[in-house]
């Protein structure tokens, strides 16, 4: 209810307080929808993710070791189709930033939210470059191997793919933005520059092949000159468009 939703609401990095969409009522989206709709917006942004910035919720992502996580997606599907009635679209955040995945030693997205979603007979038909991250004592990288690892790598295709599958012709989606705020993990990658526009080609390339009429977008941390220069990012990968922010 509403009243409950109440308990939901952190403070947003110390700007306004906000209510976590994953954790509030249906109701409480249809009030959200139909604030959208009347003040005239069309397309919102959706994480892979569970959770905003507070919470173990936050690290429930989408991707759970080169596969899509069938809850999740279930939920935000839901989502999706109650803002498709009041006319709202999604930028969608498609692959999962580094921080909030498997591959990355936050201690929460492997063992709590991605292997309990794998059965004993999964985990044995499962590709190599997947089981390598599919064990509590598999390894974990540093945030450069999300760019570079080619098992990561690997896994991130099939998940891609599989993605892809589930959006392909979807009319709620608006664009596809590879991940938030791209080389950021509290604090700027500027030697990673050139493997981020390569990693970045390789999955955009895979996007263009399933849907190649939607615009591919990045988003970088809201530092203005002192972040990335998108001018420099715009040339170097093949976006549609730069998704600027301002905070």
């Not at 403070?11 to 209510?19: C, F, H, L, R, Y």
């Not at 470059?129 to 690997?154: E, M, N, W």
């Not at 970045?200 to 996007?207: A, L």
């Not at 420099?232 to 600027?244: E, G, H, L, Q």
């Amino acid at each position: 209810s509403p009243d409950a939703d109440r308990n939901l609401v952190y403070a947003s990095q110390g700007t306004e307080p906000v209510v976590d969409a994953f954790r509030a009522s249906e109701e409480t989206w249809r009030r959200w929808f139909t604030h959208c709709r009347d003040a005239g917006f069309t397309v919102l942004r959706i994480f892979p993710r569970a959770g905003g910035y507070t919470g173990d919720e936050m690290e429930d992502s989408l991707d759970i070791g080169g596969r899509v996580n069938p809850r999740l997606w279930k939920h935000m599907d839901r989502y999706m189709q109650v803002a498709a009635e009041y006319g709202v679209r999604f930028q969608f955040l498609i692959l999962i930033e580094p921080r909030s995945t498997i591959y990355y030693d936050n201690g929460k997205t492997r063992p709590k939210f991605a292997l309990p979603q794998w059965t004993a007979e999964e985990l044995q038909h499962a590709e190599p470059f997947q089981r390598k991250f599919l064990s509590p004592d598999g390894p974990y990288l540093p945030f450069d191997g999300y760019f570079t690892d080619p098992d990561v790598r690997a896994c991130q295709r099939k998940y891609l793919r599989e993605m892809l599958r589930l959006l392909r012709g979807d009319p709620r989606i608006f664009a596809l933005e590879l991940h938030n705020e791209m080389g950021w993990t509290e604090a700027m990658h500027w030697e990673l520059e050139e493997a981020m526009f390569a990693w970045s080609n390789e999955m955009i390339g895979i996007i263009r092949e399933a849907m190649p009429d939607v615009p591919v977008t990045i988003s970088h941390p809201g530092l203005g000159m002192l972040g990335y220069d998108p001018v420099y990012w715009c040339r170097s990968t093949a976006i549609d468009f730069f998704s600027p922010h301002f905070y």
